[in-house]
């Protein structure tokens, strides 16, 4: 299948083991990245912590493309998309759920961040015309109620208050913007353009702007020297940033957006996993059902259409 049949989405792409593996590495690094995203907040601001992690996340992404002889010399043209990408998924986004963060719980960033499933569809049908298969549209929908089931106790006892309701508005905007992202990195690849080079001049446009908006503000050129800060960096970096995000937009060409943003529905399960472990996460019938939601949609969205007679 060619890659502009794909995003196009005039047919599904087949599911290989190749793609379930990036699937499984996509959802399980960007579910990790919620507990790392909290660790990085408190002492350093939150526009300067994603600074650091996408300076780290450039130079390891820049050494791959040397290493690897990839093409690094592109028109005006591309280079406006690059910086486009930078600006909605290695700047903006961020930065909109680092603030969130300070009052929103961290299920409810997941919750909120897996609402892509349904922007992806929403953007993708508006900017591309791609068509919505109603078995991908249910299975997000399941899936996306499955989330609200299973952190429900957690969004009911968020309070809306003021605080809260920004956190909520600021989170929703920064899925908008990742979601944007997807939709400008779908261009990028309809060009042909090696999917690791895009990456690294995106995240180096993405630092450009970051380091623009730190000056402006006024932010103390800081890293909190502590084991929990350095770790969640060099994690946040290196696997939630250089490995996930080459996982996921290789998904995006492969499975095109309403099927890969879906991958977003699934990170709150691992959170929870990892706060059961770590945190003594206690687990209750509505967590259950929604466990059992969010599953059942992953394997609507996923599934082959059996072939026609």
């Known amino acids: 299948m060619t890659q502009a049949t794909t995003i196009s989405g005039a047919s599904p792409a087949r599911i290989d083991g190749t793609t379930l593996g990036l699937y499984a590495a996509t959802v399980f690094l960007w579910g990790v990245s919620w507990i790392g995203i909290r660790a990085q907040l408190g002492v350093v601001a939150p526009e300067m912590s994603v600074l650091w992690r996408f300076v780290l996340a450039a130079l390891v992404t820049w050494g791959w493309v040397l290493v690897s002889r990839k093409k690094v010399r592109f028109s005006a043209g591309d280079h406006l998309r690059f910086f486009a990408t930078g600006c909605c998924l290695f700047s903006f986004n961020f930065i909109s759920f680092y603030y969130g963060g300070l009052t929103v719980p961290s299920g409810l960033l997941s919750v909120v961040f897996s609402l892509a499933s349904i922007f992806n569809l929403v953007l993708g049908f508006v900017l591309f015309r791609q068509k919505v298969e109603p078995r ?107 490995l996930a995000f080459a996982s996921y937009l290789t998904l995006l060409r492969r499975l095109g957006a309403a099927r890969a943003g879906y991958a977003t529905v699934l990170f709150p399960i691992i959170a929870l996993a990892v706060s059961t472990v770590l945190e003594g996460y206690v687990w209750t019938p509505l967590a259950v059902v929604g466990v059992a939601l969010a599953l059942t949609g992953n394997v609507l969205v996923l599934r082959r259409p059996a072939p026609k007679a």
Do not use: D, H
């Not at 920004?166 to 944007?180: K, M, N, Q, R, Y």
């Open 136 to 242: 991908v549209a249910l299975g997000g929908a399941v899936g996306v109620t499955g989330i609200g089931l299973l952190f429900w106790p957690e969004i009911a006892g968020a309070g809306f208050n003021a605080a809260a309701a920004w956190g909520l508005a600021l989170c929703t905007l920064g899925t908008l913007f990742f979601c944007s992202g997807n939709m400008i990195s779908t261009l990028v690849q309809r060009r042909s353009a090696p999917l690791i080079s895009a990456n690294a001049w995106a995240m180096t446009y993405g630092c450009g702007v970051l380091l623009a908006i730190n000056l402006a503000r006024g932010n103390a050129f800081i890293i909190e020297p502590t084991f929990k800060y350095i770790g969640s960096l060099f994690y946040l970096a290196i696997g939630a940033s250089v």
